[in-house]
């Protein structure tokens, strides 16, 4: 990787410096505000992890390292409070929620997860039933041909990507770490077609190691509703989630919010009038 990391400290000095710009004269602070700086700290320091030659592993920026706010930049549209109040009537309401994608392993679990890229986890759940009678372990998928696979997954979409994605990963598995599944968030992410949201699910689903929030478009959708963040890319979303609950709720955190955008906050007509949390919520973008 070109650069290193940012360490901490520097961090911490750069804040000072926000810190001072608030105190410089009215003129100058009201173009260069603290928000502003502590935005320019963020994207030096994503641009020092981005900066990376294609063979490195994934790194992630600083805050996905981080408990608790780094430097306060988390972006909620609300008060902190009421982002808190949000998120526990979001947990009354759905006390206990569940991934709905079915499976009966880690492995069975990631190639549902990769299935369902721009799919249902409905349909997804019609078709792997099929793919793991034929394929029952890791080694026999890794030794599938690609063919055999896009013509069981053909209907869940970008079946040749798919089917190519889930044979290597299979292949991978059994090569590099074999036949278990890894449980790191780092080697999950070299597995082709894996990213962050994928192995934070399958971490988080099959072995309850929390490495950060699932943030999909539902998720993203609702929390920009409920005021949890002003942002709109899901690495940044996810940054403003993880800064707001602490790392044991970071699991069902993701899971509520997946679950409350895909049954009432729905992209085009959100169930506002029967929403069970309405009261807490400040409905940011929805006319
Ligand atoms: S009140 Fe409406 S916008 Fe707010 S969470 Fe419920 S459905 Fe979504």
């Not at 709905?100 to 679990?109: A, D, G, Q, T």
């Not at 890229?117 to 759940?125: G, I, M, P, S």
């Not at 696979?149 to 990963?169: L, P, V």
């Not at 993880?242 to 699991?251: C, F, G, N, R, T």
Request: glycine share 6%.
């Amino acid at each position: 990787m070109i650069g290193g990391h940012v360490t901490h400290s520097l961090l911490l000095n750069l804040g000072r410096i926000g810190d001072r710009v608030n105190a410089w004269p009215s003129a100058i602070t009201c173009q260069l505000s603290r928000q502003h700086i502590y935005l320019l700290v963020l994207c030096l320091t994503e641009f020092e992890f981005y900066v990376r030659m294609p063979s490195d592993p994934p790194l992630f920026p600083l805050c996905f390292d981080a408990q608790t706010k780094p430097l306060g930049m988390s972006s909620t549209n609300v008060s902190t409070e009421a982002a808190h109040h949000a998120i526990a009537r979001l947990a009354e309401h759905l006390p206990d929620p569940q991934c709905e994608l079915m499976f009966n392993s880690p492995f069975e679990l990631l190639v549902a997860t990769v299935l369902s890229a721009q799919c249902t986890d409905k349909r997804v759940n019609q078709v792997t039933p099929s793919l793991f009678k034929q394929f029952p372990t890791v080694r026999e998928l890794a030794a599938a041909g690609t063919t055999e696979i896009e013509s069981i997954i053909h209907s869940t979409g970008f079946y040749r990507a798919k089917a190519r994605n889930i044979q290597a990963c299979a292949m991978m598995v059994v090569e590099d770490h074999d036949g278990e599944m890894p449980r790191d968030l780092e080697q999950l992410c070299q597995l082709p077609g894996v990213g962050r949201k994928t192995a934070n699910l399958v971490l988080g689903v099959a072995f309850r190691i929390a490495t950060g929030v699932v943030v999909d478009t539902h998720a993203g959708r609702v929390s920009q509703r409920l005021g949890l963040t002003t942002q709109s890319k899901a690495d940044k979303i996810e940054c403003d989630l993880m800064a707001l609950v602490p790392k044991e709720q970071w699991i069902d955190l993701g899971h509520r919010l997946v679950l409350h955008g895909r049954h009432t906050c729905t992209s085009k007509r959100p169930q506002c009038d029967t929403c069970a949390i309405r009261d807490a919520c400040p409905q940011i973008g929805v006319s």
